[in-house]
């Protein structure tokens, strides 16, 4: 479907819902990735400039948001940093296969402090010392120590890095932790690293040695919102998307990209 297409679409759902009684009267409730919070929100106050529909973002890690939803936490729409999520949300029924979009992409940092002559580069040339202690989101359960953790073991490290992880609740946890001077360095994401004080990047890890990282939006069932299909049909148009790359977000994979985000069953992902 064309952006101009995807746009009438969305407009038209949005006024013909408009017109509807019920849920249109209370606000949207969104549950997104931690990493993906000022973006939410960013996106949330342009959806709401342009239909006159409130929307309420609640941030957290994606594996904690998907827990909650599977027990019956309120939401109308999940925004995930790891399409496993989704699939395990959409093997117990609560979203469909149809009501999922990609909406972004993005990439794997190492942090250290302003400063730090002797930081830690792997996957370089001169990767420089391992850290006393690395902090990352909790590599059993939070995405971005999935991706942390794929990619060390891809570079042949995370025997040595594992007995040094300082496990964290998500991304921009790890990153405080670092920017407090708890830790001497932190795995994030691209985007966390943005404004962060006293840090700075010191290595990509290779795009090569991970999964791309894809955030991934599914619809909620249980009667979501009237205007839920609306904002999810938003989230995939140009004013939105410009929203994302605003903050550092790349684009949605395509190709080959985006066929290795199939869903699969993900068993290894029941809590």
Do not use: K
Not at 31 to 40: H, Q
Not at 56 to 67: E, I, Q
Not at 142 to 171: F, H, I, K, M, N
């Amino acid at each position: 479907m064309s952006d101009l297409a995807r746009g009438f679409g969305w407009l038209t759902l949005a006024v013909l819902v408009g017109c509807g009684p019920g849920r249109e009267a209370a606000r949207l409730r969104v549950l997104a990735a931690a990493s993906l919070a000022p973006a939410a929100r960013s996106m949330a106050e342009g959806f709401e400039a342009e239909t006159g529909v409130g929307v309420d973002v609640v941030a957290g890690a994606s594996s904690t948001l998907a827990r909650q939803i599977e027990a019956g936490a309120p939401a109308d729409l999940f925004l995930s940093a790891d399409p496993r999520w989704l699939a395990w949300l959409s093997a117990r029924g609560r979203v469909a296969p149809c009501d999922m979009a990609d909406l972004a992409t993005n990439r794997l940092v190492v942090l250290a402090r302003d400063g730090d002559g002797a930081a830690w580069r792997p996957g370089t040339e001169a990767p420089g010392p391992l850290p006393a202690r690395l902090a990352v989101g909790d590599p059993e359960h939070v995405p971005v120590g999935r991706y942390a953790r794929e990619s060390l073991e891809a570079l042949g490290l995370w025997a040595a890095v594992a007995p040094r992880v300082v496990a964290t609740a998500d991304a921009p946890a790890a990153v405080a932790l670092l920017a407090r001077g708890a830790v001497p360095a932190a795995i994030a994401y691209a985007t966390d690293a943005r404004g962060a004080p006293g840090v700075h990047v010191v290595a990509e890890l290779p795009p090569s040695s991970h999964r791309v990282i894809v955030y991934r939006a599914g619809l909620l069932g249980d009667a979501p919102h009237p205007s839920a299909r609306a904002l999810l049909a938003w989230l995939q148009t140009p004013p939105a998307r410009a929203r994302m790359a605003a903050l550092g977000f790349g684009p949605p994979p395509a190709g080959a990209d985006a066929a290795s985000q199939a869903l699969p069953t993900a068993p290894a992902l029941a809590p």
